[in-house]
């Protein structure tokens, strides 16, 4: 059974730092890209970034490029989401999702294979 789990989101104020972490179990991990995606009330699942299975690609949202760099540990099954700088407007939960043999620039919700259940992240200013 694949299970994807994220950890560390949280309440921070603006201009503050969280890390994501999201660990995948019942899976080869190094033959899934892995995207960080996120979704605010009321609007649309969003891309934020996406990393190649080998980690030497990473993709950015424009919203997020610059601020919210993401890596993969794969002897640990790990992928992350260090998130700078934050601004109010980030407050979203946040998912992470698996998608196999993937390139890593998947911005399409429906194309990602796996799901973990999100985090809660909240900006405030």
């Known amino acids: 059974q694949v299970r994807l789990v994220e950890s560390g989101g949280g309440l921070v104020q603006a201009g503050g730092s969280l890390r994501l972490s999201c660990t995948a179990s019942g899976l080869r991990f190094s033959n899934y890209a892995m995207g960080w995606l996120r979704q605010a009330p009321g609007k649309e699942r969003e891309f934020v970034a996406g990393?190649?299975?080998?980690?030497?690609?990473?993709y950015y949202g424009d919203s997020v490029r610059g601020r919210f760099p993401i890596s993969r540990d794969n002897a640990k099954n790990t992928v992350y989401l260090q998130m700078n700088s934050l601004k109010p407007e980030d407050t979203a939960v946040y998912y992470c999702?698996?998608?196999?043999?993937?390139?890593?620039?998947?911005?399409?919700?429906?194309?990602?294979?796996?799901w973990g259940q999100g985090t809660q992240v909240t900006v405030s200013s």
């Open positions: 999702a698996a998608d196999y043999l993937g390139m890593g620039n998947e911005v399409r919700p429906l194309n990602y294979d796996n």
């Open positions: 990393i190649s299975m080998n980690g030497r690609r990473t």
